[in-house]
T-cell receptor
Framework: QQPVQSPQAVILREGEDAVINCSSS?????VHWYRQKHGEAPVFLMI?????EQKGHDKISASFNEKKQQSSLYLTASQLSYSGTYFCGTEVGDDKIIFGKGTRLHILP | ETGVTQSPTHLIKTRGQQVTLRCSSQ?????VSWYQQALGQGPQFIFQYYREEENGRGNFPPRFSGLQFPNYSSELNVNALELDDSALYLC?????????????FGPGTRLTVT
């Protein structure tokens, strides 16, 4: 089952915060977050494993709520370089990762 | 350190033909995963190879097959091409099997089937 990402798209001004959500209908083993800029390959952001955890580096962090089968990606004080499409990928312990349809983020100066 | 490379960059094939795409993994990585990305969609997992063995497969028919070589480079073969196979094909390498390792993606091969 493909995870559902919300919102589908968001436009922010530089310095504003954003939250991108990822929900699954199945119990999750891990959640993966990637960012892809137009015409480029996806770039790894972070992996969160079951057990419920929060991770972060710089101004990008994420949480994983195992019980709710949800993960959220938090972008704080967004920069122009944060523009792109964000994908969450979920894994249910069967060595298959399924990516959502993505959330397009556009940062305005 | 050399990143993940893929060849060719672009490819045009006719329906019914066969195609082979190639991927060289990042130095030190023993695992390669392949993805299909249609325009405006997220990558779809095709399969993963770890030390020359298939280790996990997505919902793709058997006409999608792969190989991994002793140097950990990999090939994706698609037989009997269909129009819907037109997509960007991405490979990603990682340090270990399974999906709890960071994956490094290559630039992709754009396949067009006419």
């Amino acid at each position: 089952q493909q995870p559902v990402q919300s919102p589908q798209a968001v436009i922010l001004r530089e310095g504003e915060d954003a939250v991108i959500n990822c929900s699954s209908s199945k119990a999750l083993y891990s959640v993966h977050w990637y960012r892809q800029k137009h015409g480029e390959a996806p770039v790894f952001l972070m992996i969160l494993l079951k057990g419920g955890e929060q991770k972060g580096h710089d101004k990008i962090s994420a949480s994983f709520n195992e019980k709710k089968q949800q993960s959220s990606l938090y972008l704080t004080a967004s920069q122009l370089s944060y523009s792109g499409t964000y994908f969450c990928g979920t894994e249910v312990g069967d060595d298959k990762i399924i990516f959502g349809k993505g959330t397009r983020l556009h940062i305005l100066p | 350190e050399t990143g993940v490379t893929q060849s060719p960059t672009h490819l045009i094939k006719t329906r019914g033909q066969q195609v082979t795409l190639r991927c060289s993994s990042q130095s030190g990585h023993n695992t390669v995963s392949w993805y299909q990305q249609a325009l405006g969609q997220g990558p779809q997992f095709i399969f993963q190879y770890y030390r020359e063995e298939e280790n996990g497969r997505g919902n793709f028919p058997p006409r999608f097959s792969g190989l991994q070589f002793p140097n950990y480079s990999s090939e994706l073969n698609v037989n009997a091409l269909e129009l819907d196979d037109s997509a960007l094909y991405l490979c990603a390498s990682s340090l270990g099997q399974g999906l709890t390792y960071e994956q490094y993606f290559g630039p992709g091969t754009r396949l067009t089937v006419t």
